[in-house]
């Protein structure tokens, strides 16, 4: 397994949850990291990604001004915080390194990115939010 989600809960509405996902070092070196969740029964969705330039990162309009995303290059970490909870936050969150195709540039700034470049073993397992 080489990404590790942890910290997923149950958090009151209005309440936060921190998100932590520790990838092996050549997954998570100068790769863009991304946090998704999937609900039952819905697709996939992209929350937010960082970039390995100045930590510069974009967010879903759904997230944005609610979750922080960061990451620590020496500790393979990228983090999720996510900020005044509510219901339709429910989900299963996964983090996952993009290809390294993908530039810083288009990390931070791009407004979609293709999931589906993700190879299958560059995903975490998932941590269930509950609100």
């Known amino acids: 397994v080489q990404l590790v989600e942890s910290g997923g809960g149950a958090a009151q509405p209005g309440g936060y949850l921190r998100l932590s996902c520790v990838a092996s070092?050549?997954?998570?070196?100068?790769?863009?990291m991304g946090w998704f969740r999937q609900a039952v029964g819905k697709e996939r969705e992209e929350d937010a990604r960082?970039?390995?330039?100045?930590?510069?990162?974009h967010y879903a309009d759904f997230v944005k001004g609610r979750f922080a995303i960061t990451r620590d290059n020496a500790e393979n970490t990228v983090t999720l915080r996510l900020n005044r909870l509510k219901p339709e936050d429910i989900a299963m969150y996964y983090c996952?390194?993009?290809?390294?195709?993908?530039?810083?540039?288009?990390?931070?700034?791009?407004?979609?990115?293709?999931?589906?470049?993700?190879?299958?073993?560059?995903w975490g397992q998932g941590t269930q939010v509950t609100v």
């Open positions: 070092e050549d997954i998570f070196r100068d790769a863009c």
């Open positions: 960082i970039s390995t330039i100045g930590g510069a990162a």
């Open positions: 996952a390194a993009f290809p390294r195709t993908v530039s810083g540039y288009d990390c931070a700034y791009a407004y979609t990115l293709d999931a589906k470049n993700i190879d299958s073993d560059s």
